[in-house]
């Protein structure tokens, strides 16, 4: 027994060894977070912007807002729109009064844009606001934004009006509304005169836009594939599109089982731009809430609030798979891709604990550490 006690601690080892390298190999792939800059500053935030001519790094923070109807101090958290260095992540600069949830560049004409209520138009050499623009209608609620080179104009969604307002980048001109014919989430153009839109309604889908007469010429809609969708890439030269889901679509088919809610599955619904064939579904670390494609690579990303990234190798037009579960940060939901250097780009601050979930309620979470909010720089 003397003599098979050293045998049974190395077996014993090599089976610990064994399950944890199991439980670490999500992060065995090629990609890794390359950089965290802690750059601190209050206040919430949605989307980032990679301005990949100009080398900047965009991200609206604002003041929670109050529910409707209540009522309260003002927050001393201070709307701003912070500027970063694409590089090297040190802050480059802000704009005062700028908030919104996300904000895009026009390398061309110098312009910025937010999706806030009114639309603020920024010039990013002095980075001064130029002008606001209204909105309209009235209850139209600005949330994603899209900048479109091929025609130079930006287009910024609305859930409750489910549609786009189109704006002319070089004066800031209303160009119009597209109706979309469900809540969109998450656009991407080809840069031939088509933007995609994917939808996040409970069954998903993605609305075809025609860039030049600004009307949507047709859907494509996943059935039973894929709901609260909120990510979108694209693949130009190959015409397929990465559509990144919160949930199955079958638990958006089906009547919800008795007792306590299941988990949702997360996947990613791989569709051809041409004519919205679904190819193949792939799982996700976690609920998306935002996509790239890197032509370069051949590969697509989805960034999830849980702290994962899931990468996505494209090895032929037809053929797809899962190449990497990556840790990221808690609530590092949204990403930015800069095309130049293959890098990308998500950002997120340190919670406490959360408070108790309410017999029937949403789960909560915990208030946010001052100071701690980082962005996180992600490549190979």
């Not at 065995?28 to 949605?46: F, T």
Request: proline share 9%.
């Amino acid at each position: 027994m003397n003599r098979r006690t050293p045998l049974l601690a190395l077996i014993l080892a090599f089976f610990v060894v064994s399950i944890l390298a199991a439980q670490h190999s999500e992060n065995n792939g090629p990609y890794k977070i390359l950089k965290r800059a802690n750059v601190g500053g209050e206040g919430n935030w949605d989307y980032i912007w990679a301005d990949v001519a100009g080398r900047r790094l965009y991200i609206p923070r604002r003041a929670p807002a109050l529910p409707p109807g209540a009522e309260g101090p003002a927050s001393p958290i201070r709307t701003r729109l912070t500027i970063f260095n694409l590089d090297t992540l040190e802050p480059a600069g802000e704009i005062p009064g700028v908030g919104g949830n996300g904000a895009v560049v026009d390398p061309k004409s110098g312009h910025g844009f937010t999706s806030s209520k009114p639309i603020s138009m920024f010039d990013t050499k002095t980075m001064k606001l130029i002008k606001t623009i209204d909105v309209n209608p009235a209850m139209f609620q600005p949330d994603g934004i899209l900048f479109d080179a091929f025609n130079q104009h930006v287009y910024v969604f609305s859930h409750p009006t489910k549609d786009a307002m189109v704006i002319d980048a070089k004066d800031g001109t209303v160009l119009g509304n597209v109706d979309l014919g469900g809540v969109p989430e998450e656009g991407v153009p080809d840069g031939k005169g088509t933007v995609y839109v994917v939808m996040q309604d409970a069954q998903g889908g993605v609305a075809v836009v025609d860039a030049r007469t600004m009307k949507t010429t047709t859907h494509y809609p996943f059935g039973d594939k894929g709901g609260g969708c909120n990510g979108l890439a694209l693949d130009v030269k190959n015409q397929v599109l990465f559509a990144a889901c919160a949930r199955s679509g079958a638990e958006t088919t089906q009547a919800p089982p008795p007792g306590p809610p299941q988990p949702t599955h997360p996947q990613m619904v791989i569709l051809s731009a041409k004519d919205g064939k679904i190819l193949t579904t792939l799982p996700l670390a976690g609920g998306s809430d935002g996509a790239a494609f890197n032509p370069a690579t051949m590969e697509a990303f989805s960034s999830h609030g849980n702290g994962t990234m899931t990468i996505v190798k494209e090895t032929s037009p037809t053929t797809f798979a899962v190449e990497q579960n990556l840790d990221t940060m808690n609530f590092a939901r949204t990403n930015a891709f800069d095309s130049k250097t293959g890098h990308l780009f998500v950002m997120a601050e340190e919670r406490g604990p959360a408070p108790p979930t309410p017999p029937g309620g949403r789960a909560g979470r915990g208030a946010a550490i001052p100071g701690s909010f980082t962005i996180l720089m992600i490549g190979k």
